[in-house]
Nanobody, 113 residues
Framework: QVQFVESGGGLVQPGGSLRLSCAAS??????MGWYRQVLGKPRELVAR???????NYADSVKGRFAISRDNVKNTVDLQMSSLKPEDTAVYYC?????????WGQGTQVTVSS
């Protein structure tokens, strides 16, 4: 049974940093990633990383966000820096294994002064 827990969201001022973490158990995941959604808009990719370490980033976060994973601990982290108000959203961890996607419950990130 796949289980995972997201943590690290919160309120931060523009230009600040936050680190999101997703700890998983129950399987080995080929791809782990972070998505975000603003109310009324589609959920969008922020960043993802394969088991081999290949990464993809949304253009809007390149150079500011960094995704990493620990295959032993089965965790995926998103280090967010130089945060902007437009980064405000609910951030979701998404894990992929055996042709199935698993979504976390989401964690709110608010960038505001």
């Amino acid at each position: 049974q796949v289980q995972f827990v997201e943590s690290g969201g919160g309120l931060v001022q523009p230009g600040g940093s936050l680190r999101l973490s997703c700890a998983a158990s129950g399987s080995i995941f080929s791809t782990m990633g972070w998505y975000r959604q603003v109310l009324g808009k589609p959920r969008e990719l922020v960043a993802r990383i394969t088991s081999g370490g290949s990464t993809n980033y949304a253009d809007s976060v390149k150079g500011r966000f960094a995704i990493s994973r620990d295959n032993v601990k089965n965790t995926v982290d998103l280090q967010m820096s130089s945060l902007k108000p437009e980064d405000t959203a609910v951030y979701y961890c998404r894990l992929y294994t055996n042709y199935v996607y698993y979504w976390g419950q989401g964690t709110q990130v608010t960038v505001s002064s």
